[in-house]
């Protein structure tokens, strides 16, 4: 907002400039050139009336400058004039193609988000004791909305989680992602333990592929993370089909990389073989944050080609927050690590990220 306000001086600043020039040039140099810029540089920056107001304070300027020279004639003086007001016409032009293009930017940006928020709504920020926060950075401003995905859903069998990442971009991902979405909400319900929800997933992704069709039938696949957390919490048991690992955070910041036990190919692959879904147990103690992600957080790489490491930079983070306050939140948390991403990388998004953030509080201290 500050950078805005600055900017629009720049017509004020061009007309300054013009006058200073006049001023110490000799009175065969015309500065009217640079005072036709004033309302150019204004179409970008300044309302339709600053817009006006500043073609007509660079016309009285240039007329006055040029009354000071004595050369306010038809050549030096009404013809420069003429086309003063012919640019500001033109800035004037110019300012509406803007604002027509910038409605239109609007308007895309929030059917995006209304897409968004039906496709990939939001979790709850809170089921039982679990704290829950989510966030999606997309790699285009444009697309609000690409092949990741989460999910946080409450069943008869625990609170179920799944974050993914469907192969591929556009419409067609986006219709995956769909189809990912709704097998999870009905399977999560239904399927009494975690390799029958993946073996649900794994039937409705190949359906998905065979309407699709082509390529995406022979190719089509989604990395997959999915956790099931005990009624008690103590634990979390998790199944990764070619996802980048979870990170545990425990209550004093540290950091673990739940690695599986054993690997095993992404979901929609089971035409080109059977594998099992081998389910790992992890203690979930109070304090502990289980942070999920897609592949965007693990390849976003510095100008050297290093690759962000979550488990490396969130100790690091926290306990420079450790500090100035209670224990961050997971909404906190993961302003925390896009942050550190966005100074890792630059500011360059070079891939959607998915991030999950899934908190077990500490027991309240007993009042005296």
């Not at 006058?19 to 920056?45: E, F, G, I, N, Y």
């Not at 409705?204 to 957390?229: D, V």
């Not at 690590?337 to 891939?351: K, N, Y």
């Amino acid at each position: 907002m500050v950078q805005t306000r600055r900017a629009q001086w720049i017509p004020v600043g061009v007309v300054v400039l013009a006058v200073v020039l006049d001023l110490v040039t000799p009175t065969d140099v015309t500065s009217a050139p640079l005072l036709m810029a004033a309302p150019v540089a204004a179409a970008p920056l300044l309302r339709l009336r600053g817009i006006i107001a500043t073609g007509a304070l660079a016309m009285a300027v240039h007329a006055g400058l040029a009354w000071i020279d004595g050369t306010f004639g038809w050549q030096r003086g009404v013809a420069n004039q003429l086309t003063l007001l012919a640019v500001t016409v033109l800035a004037v032009l110019i300012n509406r193609t803007l604002e027509g293009q910038d409605a239109r930017t609007r308007r895309a940006r929030h059917v995006a988000a209304v897409a968004q928020s039906a496709v990939l709504p939001r979790p709850p920020s809170r089921l039982g004791e679990l704290r829950i926060a989510a966030r999606y950075v997309p790699a285009e401003d444009e697309a609000m909305i690409g092949g990741d995905l989460y999910v946080v859903q409450d069943t008869p069998h625990g609170v179920r989680v799944m974050v993914g990442d469907v192969r591929g971009k556009g419409l067609g991902a986006v219709s995956a992602v769909c189809a990912d979405l709704g097998a999870f909400r009905y399977a999560a319900d239904e399927a009494r333990d975690l390799p029958g929800l993946v073996a649900s997933l794994e039937r409705a992704l190949l359906r998905e592929g065979g309407r699709r069709g082509g390529q995406e039938q022979e190719e089509g696949f989604t990395t997959a993370l999915i956790a099931e957390f005990s009624d008690d919490l103590d634990t979390v048991r998790v199944v990764n089909r070619g996802h980048p690992p979870p990170v545990l955070l425990d209550a004093e910041g540290g950091a673990t990389t739940l690695e599986p036990s054993e690997e095993a190919p992404p979901l929609g692959m089971s035409a080109l073989g059977s594998w099992s879904s081998p389910v790992d147990t992890f203690p979930f103690p109070p304090g502990a944050t289980l942070l999920c992600y897609t592949d965007g957080v693990t390849e976003a790489r510095d100008e050297s080609g290093v690759f962000y490491d979550a488990a490396l930079r969130l100790p690091v983070l926290l306990h420079r927050r450790a500090p100035t306050g209670p224990p961050a939140t997971p909404a906190q948390i993961l302003h925390l690590l896009i942050e550190d991403i966005g100074r890792h990388t630059g500011g360059r998004v070079q891939d959607d990220q998915a991030i999950l953030a899934l908190h077990r509080p500490r027991p309240a201290s007993p009042t005296r």
